[in-house]
């Protein structure tokens, strides 16, 4: 039994991280490259719908941003939805009324849910685009979420999250390598036929098909991703739509950040029979592949552990069964040296990986962890009832 758990551990392990892209990308090859249907002749209205509290440092910058961008300005609608913020976010947004900019705003505070849900209400695009207060867009993104839309099977479109080095160089460069990772599957997902992970910072959908989530949900972009696939729509993605924002200022901001993120996945998760789109079996699959499974990854580090452990203790527990499974000397040892050897450089890299190009590899073992980490931290949270969806976001550089 020690043998078989820790191989399916180690199952588990590898093929949520390297073997669901790797058998993605063999069946997205047997497909036709997915292209985009060509620009339209009239674009359609766009509204972009900015949730924003307490971001009187960013919000000029974003709505200068916002206004800069390439499409056309008479199917463009700029909305901010303050959500009881009591700084100056408020003021500043109203600044930009006389260059068009409106502003959806509650003095109390319901959290990001309640103020999407409102700013919806005051949308009046065909697309709604969503998008934070600390992320800016490169200038045709608009243009490249809205081409996608030509395609009448396509219900919404995703583009790019980019992370920015800042303070934390080792920490950017790890979280920069994270989103080219998923960058990677996202694409192969879209070359299947639908994509199932969206930047809820620059996602785009048909406004008729915006479900709004139910009070409590933590991760509304997700859940509003999988109301558009359960009506029978694709989401694509779009990587030349790009967003751009900076990194946590520390390991400790960015797992705080994970933790609520992955808190939602559990939620999710334990709601997976009301939101899987069962009809749909290649993209179940996906998600099932794609977003439940990362959760239990630090489960199965703890029982590869443990049981590595074990079979070091007790060699002939690993023996398995009629040999087909094996954990025997000298591969129990040589594989428990592996596992210490990993966690040994993620808590080098967390000392030395600071900058420079070996930093930032060392640092992958301790991202990874990290990140790991995070979703027991999720879970607890989750569990204990501490994560809600009214939250605050994390300082970044």
Known sequence: MIAILFWLSVLLIVYTYLGYPVVLAALASLRPRYRPPAPPTEWPTVTLLITAYNEEAVIAAKLDNSLALHYPSDKLQV?????????????????????????????????????LKNGVLAARGDIIVFSDANNMYNPDALHHLAQAFGD????????????????????????????????????????LGCCTGVAGEILAVRRSLFTPPPTGIINDDFYIAIQVIKQGYHIMYAPEAQSFEPVSLSAKDEITRRSRIIAGRYQVILRAFEVLPFRRPVVTWQIVSHKFLRPLVPFAMILALLANVLAVIFPAAGSGLAGFVWLVPPWNWAFLGLQVAFYGLAALGRVVGKRGALGKLLYLPTFLVDSNFAALKGLMRYASG??????????RG
């Open 79 to 115: 909305l901010v939805a303050a959500d009881g913020s009591d700084d100056r976010t408020v003021e500043i947004v109203t600044s930009f009324a006389d260059r068009g900019v409106e502003l959806s705003y509650r003095p109390e505070r319901a959290g990001k849910l309640a103020a």
């Open 152 to 191: 009448e099977k396509v219900g919404a479109v995703s583009g790019a999250k980019h992370v920015a080095g800042g303070s934390g160089e080792a920490l950017g460069a790890s979280e920069g390598a994270y989103w080219k990772y998923e960058s990677f599957i996202k694409k192969q997902e879209t070359r």
């Open 386 to 395: 501490k994560q809600t969806a009214i939250w605050q976001r994390v300082a």
